[in-house]
């Protein structure tokens, strides 16, 4: 029997500038999986500046998981690099504040928690190269259901840049296995939004025990033409910001990325606006 077939998101066909106004308005707070396709999503953290160049090495150190596209200017909001009048204190669906490593409930902007030495940093994210994959005709059924992807923490360390270190997590779809091949060939060229997967298969070999119970997303089934495929993904920057403990930090909330203007297929140039 067929799984149901989700009806279509009521953003769905909205232009990224419009979808960031409705942010913006408080008009929504869920999750940016299949909206704005073809456009460049990305991971948000926020950082004091005496911090923020710290962080900046652990991506650069775990270039899968935490790859590193954009860094702001100290106290300055405004990402217009990244696409018209974008402002990162208010045009994401949803925000976490955290202190102390310790996470706050979600709230819809961020002004009063910008400072003068706040440093927005932008990373990539898987949700850019799903569309590729769906132009290919690679089914992701997590799609077609209108939920969220499944992620797991591994047994593997990711390289260190004190104080941030921590646990690689990943991402995990299930995809036909005829198609597996070609799935990993298509999303190793988004090397900005983790590119290859780093495994296929087995999930015991990366430390998980069950893939029905995954750390975040929705559980996911595997059929039986399917194989796991796992790509690493931009959680792990949020536990290595939880265990470094920082008076203060800010991320989007979970699959509440910011949607830019560019094209999925490639990352913004320069890296840094300062």
């Known amino acids: 029997m067929p799984e149901p077939t989700a009806a279509p998101h009521p953003l769905a066909g909205r232009r990224p500038a419009a979808l960031r106004s409705l942010f913006r308005a408080g008009g929504y707070s869920g999750a940016t999986t299949g909206l704005a396709p073809g456009r460049l999503q990305c991971n948000l953290v926020v950082l004091p500046q005496n911090v923020a160049q710290a962080f900046a090495a652990y991506c650069n150190a775990n270039r899968a998981p935490c790859p590193l596209l954009y860094i702001g200017a100290p106290g300055d909001p405004m990402?217009?690099?990244?696409?018209?009048?974008?402002?990162?204190?208010?045009?994401?669906?949803?925000?976490?504040?955290?202190?102390?490593?310790?996470?706050?409930?979600?709230?819809?902007?961020?002004l009063d928690q910008w400072r003068t030495d706040s440093v927005a940093l932008l990373l990539g994210c898987s949700l850019s190269f799903?569309?590729?994959?769906?132009?290919?005709?690679?089914?992701?059924?997590?799609?077609?259901?209108?939920?969220?992807?499944?992620?797991?923490?591994?047994?593997?360390?990711?390289?260190?840049?004190?104080?941030?270190?921590?646990p690689l997590v990943v991402s995990m779809r299930a995809v036909a296995a005829a198609d597996a091949a070609r799935a990993g060939a298509i999303t190793a060229r988004f090397t900005h939004a983790h590119g290859a997967p780093l495994h296929t298969g087995d999930p015991a070999a990366l430390g998980i025990a069950d893939v029905e119970r995954p750390d975040w997303g929705e559980p996911p089934t595997i059929q039986a033409d399917e194989v796991p495929m796992f790509w690493a993904c931009g959680v792990t920057s949020h536990l290595a910001l939880l265990n470094a403990r920082l008076p203060l930090a800010i991320t989007h909330a979970p699959g509440a990325m910011l949607i830019t203007d560019l094209p999925a297929d490639k990352p913004p140039e320069p890296i840094s606006s300062s």
């Open 79 to 110: 990402l217009n690099a990244l696409g018209a009048d974008i402002d990162v204190r208010t045009d994401l669906p949803a925000y976490l504040v955290h202190h102390d490593g310790n996470s706050g409930p979600a709230v819809p902007d961020i």
């Open 130 to 166: 799903e569309e590729a994959l769906v132009a290919a005709d690679v089914r992701l059924r997590h799609l077609e259901r209108g939920g969220d992807i499944a992620a797991f923490r591994t047994n593997i360390k990711t390289t260190p840049a004190p104080p941030f270190s921590g």
